[in-house]
């Protein structure tokens, strides 16, 4: 697993996930993490309106880079839309923040993933299409400092 692997012009489905460090050190308010998150990914050309996120404890960062997720013995995870993530900064009783949760832990991280190739069984809460290959809904990972 590479620090910051290459990301080429075109990316497809099951394109090798990135792993990199993204400062949020200079976030004034939540609106702008969500903004620097979204920034960087347009950077390396992978933005796409369908992408779910997910904050985790980054201490299980090897397990994501292997399988596709930190919870791997789970049949579901939890995930936002770029919309529920905007909305959560009004409302975070009821809807995740998903880098609000990844501070609670001692290593932060948010992972990105495909919505087209995940299916949600209810608000927040997805498994994927295909078990046996969860890597490939896998956008990447940004392992957060700041």
């Known amino acids: 697993m590479s620090v910051d692997s ?3 012009a075109e990316v497809e489905i099951g394109q090798t996930p990135f ?10 308010y ?4 969500i903004e620097m998150v979204v920034n960087e990914l347009k950077r390396r050309k992978l933005y796409d309106d369908d992408l779910l996120y997910r ?4 201490k ?3 397990l994501v880079d292997q399988t596709g997720t930190d919870s791997p013995e789970r049949s579901h995870i939890f995930l936002v839309t770029e919309k529920e993530w905007r909305e959560s900064f009004y409302d975070s009783v009821f809807i995740p923040n998903p880098v609000e949760y990844a501070y609670y832990f001692p290593v932060p991280a948010l992972s ?3 919505g087209k ?3 949600a069984v209810s608000d927040y809460e997805y498994e994927f299409s295909n078990k ?8 990447g990972v940004f392992s957060l400092k700041g």
């Open 19 to 28: 792993f990199s460090e993204l400062d949020l050190g200079g976030a004034l």
């Open 117 to 119: 190739l995940l299916e």
């Open 30 to 33: 939540q609106e702008e993490e």
């Open 6 to 8: 290459p990301v080429p």
């Open 55 to 58: 904050g985790f404890n980054g």
């Open 60 to 62: 299980r960062l090897s």
């Open 132 to 139: 046996s290959d969860l890597r490939k809904a896998l956008v």
């Open 112 to 114: 990105v993933y495909r």
